[in-house]
C-alpha cells in the first residue's frame, strides 16, 4: 500500500471554528490532492499541489485553503467551518512527472468531518 | 461539473454473473481510469487505458474506449461478493506541464449477492 495517512480520521466540529487536515506521505511523490466526497456528486477536486509551495484551486475551493511546506505534508485549513463541509474528505498522491506519467492516484482512507 | 457520468448508477447480480459499467464524459481527454472504492475506504486504482487505445484487460477486467462517443465500460467477468463495491471512471485532459488532474464521475454502486 503507498504511504499515505490523514489525520484525523474522524473530526466533530462546531460551525464557524477553524479546521486543519493532515495528508502525510512516505513515497516523495510530486502531486497531492485533495478530494471531498458526498452522496450523489462522487469526489469533486478542492485543491491540489505539484510541489512544494506550488498548489492550485480545484472545482469546488470556496472555504478552503492549503499548504506545502514540505515534500511529505500538505494541509488541508477549512478557516470557518460551515455545515456544507460537512463530508468525507481524501487525499492522493501521485507520481506524476510529465514525460513519465503513469497516470495513478494513490488515495488514503479519509477524514469523515461533521460540521454541527 | 463531473467530467464522467458513470451508468447505471446502481447494479445488483450474482455471483457468477458479468457486470458491465458505462462510463460518458464530455472533452477530450488524455486517458482514462476506473477506480474501486469498498465501504468506507479510500479509492483504489483498477486500470488505466490511454485515449489511443481501444480495449484493456486486467485478470477478470475488461475495459473498453470509445473516444468518438466519448464513453468507456468496465466490464467484471465472473463477479464475486468480493466485488461489491463502488466503481468510478476518472479522466484527464493532461497535456504537460503541472496541472495533472482527474476529475471523477459520481459511480456505480455494485452488489454481488451470493
Known amino acids: 500500500d503507498a504511504g499515505i495517512t490523514q489525520s484525523p480520521r474522524h473530526k466533530v466540529t462546531e460551525t464557524g471554528t477553524p479546521v486543519t487536515l493532515r495528508c502525510h506521505q512516505t513515497e516523495n511523490h510530486r502531486y497531492m490532492y485533495w478530494y471531498r466526497q458526498d452522496p450523489g456528486h462522487g469526489l469533486r477536486l478542492i485543491h491540489y499541489?505539484?510541489?512544494?509551495?506550488?498548489?492550485d484551486k480545484g472545482e469546488v475551493s470556496d472555504g478552503y485553503s492549503v499548504s506545502r511546506s514540505k515534500t511529505e505534508d500538505f494541509l488541508l485549513t477549512l478557516e470557518s467551518a460551515t455545515s456544507s463541509q460537512t463530508s468525507v474528505y481524501f487525499c492522493?498522491?501521485?507520481?506524476?512527472?510529465?514525460?513519465?506519467?503513469?497516470?495513478?492516484?494513490?488515495f488514503g482512507e479519509g477524514s469523515r468531518l461533521t460540521v454541527l | 461539473s463531473q467530467q464522467g457520468e458513470e451508468d447505471p448508477q446502481a447494479l445488483s447480480i450474482q455471483e457468477g454473473e458479468n457486470a458491465t459499467m458505462n462510463c460518458s464524459y464530455k472533452t477530450s481527454i488524455n486517458n482514462l481510469q476506473w477506480y474501486r472504492q469498498n465501504s468506507g475506504r479510500g479509492l483504489v486504482h483498477l486500470i488505466l487505458i490511454r485515449s489511443n487505445e481501444r480495449e484493456k484487460h486486467s485478470g477478470r477486467l475488461r475495459v473498453t474506449l470509445d473516444t468518438s462517443k466519448k464513453s468507456s465500460s468496465l466490464l467484471i467477468t465472473a463477479s464475486r461478493a468480493a466485488d461489491t463495491a463502488s466503481y468510478f471512471c476518472?479522466?484527464?485532459?493532461?497535456?504537460?506541464?503541472?496541472?495533472?488532474?482527474?476529475?471523477f464521475g459520481k459511480g456505480t454502486l455494485l452488489t454481488v449477492n451470493p
Open positions: 476518472a479522466t484527464d485532459a493532461f497535456r504537460g506541464g503541472s496541472n495533472y488532474k482527474l476529475t
Open positions: 499541489s505539484y510541489g512544494v509551495k506550488d498548489t
Open positions: 492522493a498522491i501521485s507520481p506524476n512527472s510529465g514525460a513519465s506519467n503513469t497516470g495513478e492516484l494513490f
